[in-house]
């Protein structure tokens, strides 16, 4: 079954402490993995997509990488305001466009 | 509109009441799709339409549940029947996206949803 996990569910940081958030994948024949940010009561916003293994890109204090079976959310001297969940979504041949399956977030809090 | 935009933004019903939710998607965006967001999980899929046309509705919990998308912008989906389980968020999102594309979809803020 395809299957997105991602971990910690959630991650306390203090300012300018740097980490990685994780989404491992089981899916047969990846399309593609989206990276999004979601803010309480407020739905998903976009941050990256990764089509194939060692693509990287870089927003800001974020950067995402893809393996053939995990993508890494890195986050560089964070601060307050990247407090968020960020989901990981991923999308595979033989699904329809826009079926992505989700992991269940982590919630990232940084304190200053 | 600069977003993709859902109404109500909230919306209580009483059990067994039917109910409907609108999605105004970013202007020119050929794919629609919905999603339903329990509490502490991560959006599930329910539908995706391709202008009018609804291409996947493999995601739809069951019979009581209806979407369209009849002039391909506006979309409305239909609960019939609340039942306690259907409480969650109800997301909207668009794209440009075509067959060939690959492009990111935009999200609405939702309808949070709670039947009593």
């Known amino acids: 079954e395809d299957q997105v996990t991602q971990s910690p569910e959630a991650l306390r940081l203090q300012e300018g402490e740097s980490s990685s958030l994780n989404c491992s994948y089981t899916v047969s024949g990846l399309r593609g993995l989206f990276w999004y940010r979601q803010d309480p009561g407020k739905g998903p916003e976009f941050l990256f997509t990764l089509y194939s293994a060692g693509e990287e890109k870089e927003k800001e204090r974020l950067k995402a990488t893809l393996t053939k079976k995990e993508s890494f959310l890195h986050i560089t001297a964070p601060k307050p305001e990247d407090s968020a969940t960020y989901l990981c979504?991923?999308?595979?041949?033989?699904?329809?466009?826009?079926?992505?399956?989700f992991g269940k977030g982590t919630k990232l809090s940084v304190k200053p | 509109g600069a977003g993709v935009s859902q109404s109500p933004r909230y919306k209580v019903a009483k059990r067994g009441q039917d109910v409907a939710l609108r999605c105004d998607p970013i202007s020119g965006h050929v794919s629609l799709f919905w999603y339903q967001q329990a509490l502490g999980q991560g959006p599930e899929f329910l539908t995706y339409?391709?202008?009018?046309?609804?291409?996947?509705k493999s995601g739809l919990p069951s019979d009581r549940f209806f979407a369209e998308r009849p002039e391909g912008s506006v979309s409305t989906l239909k609960i019939q029947r609340t039942q306690q389980e259907d409480s969650a968020v109800y997301l909207c999102?668009?794209?440009?996206?075509?067959?060939?594309?690959?492009?990111?979809?935009?999200f609405g803020q939702g309808t949070r949803l709670t039947v009593v």
């Open positions: 999102a668009s794209s440009l996206r075509d067959r060939e594309m690959n492009t990111e979809a935009f």
């Open positions: 339409f391709q202008n009018e046309a609804q291409l996947d």
């Open positions: 979504a991923v999308e595979f041949y033989g699904g329809s466009q826009g079926n992505l399956i």
